[in-house]
């Protein structure tokens, strides 16, 4: 089994080969701004690495691919960027377990993330990060 280090090495190499292939931008094309807040990565893997998706994430504009941008950057900066300090959002899940990682790997208004954290279930990881990892 795959280290979480190792799975997230992967999938940084993965998006570095997507982006070394997409065709350059026009000259006459201005840049796209630079994160103000910061730029994460996020993952959200299944028990055995038998599944992994990603996600980028720029705040506080939401700019990247996640499908809830904006919601996902409002509720990091109500956690001042730690993952850990997400508020919750209780509802029942059922008892079954199916484990998944997700994590968190970039910079938060300067300062260094690496979070990582296993969770019975995607319901559990649903309802304690909240639309943060909703993709």
């Known amino acids: ?29 201005p840049p796209a701004p630079a994160p103000e807040h910061g730029g994460l990565l996020l993952t959200v893997s ?16 939401g700019i990247g691919n996640h499908p809830a941008g904006p919601h996902a950057c409002a509720a990091l900066e109500r956690a001042a960027g730690d993952p850990d300090r997400l508020a919750p959002e209780p509802r029942p899940c059922s008892r079954e377990y199916d484990p998944v990682t997700a994590t968190a790997y970039g910079t938060w208004q300067g300062r260094a993330v690496r979070w990582e954290r296993t969770y019975a279930n995607s319901c559990e990881l649903d309802v304690r990060t909240g639309p943060v990892f909703r993709f």
């Open 1 to 29: 089994m795959a280290s979480p280090l190792r799975r997230t090495a992967a999938v940084f190499a993965a998006l570095a080969g997507c982006l070394l292939a997409a065709p350059a931008a026009p000259a006459q094309q």
């Open 46 to 61: 299944g028990a055995g690495n038998t599944w992994i998706r990603g996600v980028l994430l720029n705040c506080p504009s």
